[in-house]
């Protein structure tokens, strides 16, 4: 199977170094011309394209500091503190990445990438047997984020910014992130329900226009639909490392 899933690009493999080297001395049908596969153009490249943070230590720092502001603000909503300890941990473990985002928005934290380099196929083949443990270690880093879904975290915090959010309807964003009702196994779904109902039914009391309510709905939704494995890949698992997030994450909520 192709890695390119683009039309037109079944072939890429039999124009390039590797599939020479594999079929040298093979022979091809007079008259046929391959395009070389440096020439061609593959219009999914973008979506392959992975970044990382410029300065990962820094921004782990921040981001960690802003999600432990966000769960003692949790921590203190009453209706939250009443809900059984295994409920609360499957609420934060749905939430904390869109929680995260919105956080960073109100906290003023801003990030800067870079695209990463990934040895090509070709490299990894020749250098498979050597220095396994040094190869060992370089697969157990992480790779990057792709490139546009970190445009769109980027844009939407932008966003955010430009509708100047008070420190009320952060509260109220936040509170109808945290409880989230579809999260699975939850004890007190219909309560962890109606309380998503009351932070919503809250923010529209708070702003009391349709247009205010309705672009912050719009917020609301796209916080709803943040790549949770995105945001770790972005802030924590670079310094973290791949299996730790969680346990990361889980530490910062038990912090007294």
Known sequence: MSSCECPGTEDTGQGSILYSLLNKGSQRPLGRTETPAAHRVCSCAPRRKLVAIRAPQLVFKAASGVLVKTFRFVKNVPCFRGLPAE???????????????????????????VETQQPSLLHRILTRDKDRQQRTAVDMQDPGVPVGDVEGIKTFMKKCRGLRITVKEYAFLKGAILFTPEVTELECRDYIQELQREAERALYEHVRTVCRFGKLRVILHTLRSVDQDAVAGLFFRPVTGPSSVDAHVIAMFNER
Do not use: E, I, K, Y
């Open 87 to 113: 409920d609360q941990l499957r609420l934060v473990r749905n939430s904390w990445a869109p929680l995260l985002v919105l956080g960073l928005v109100q906290d003023s934290v801003d990030f800067d990438t």
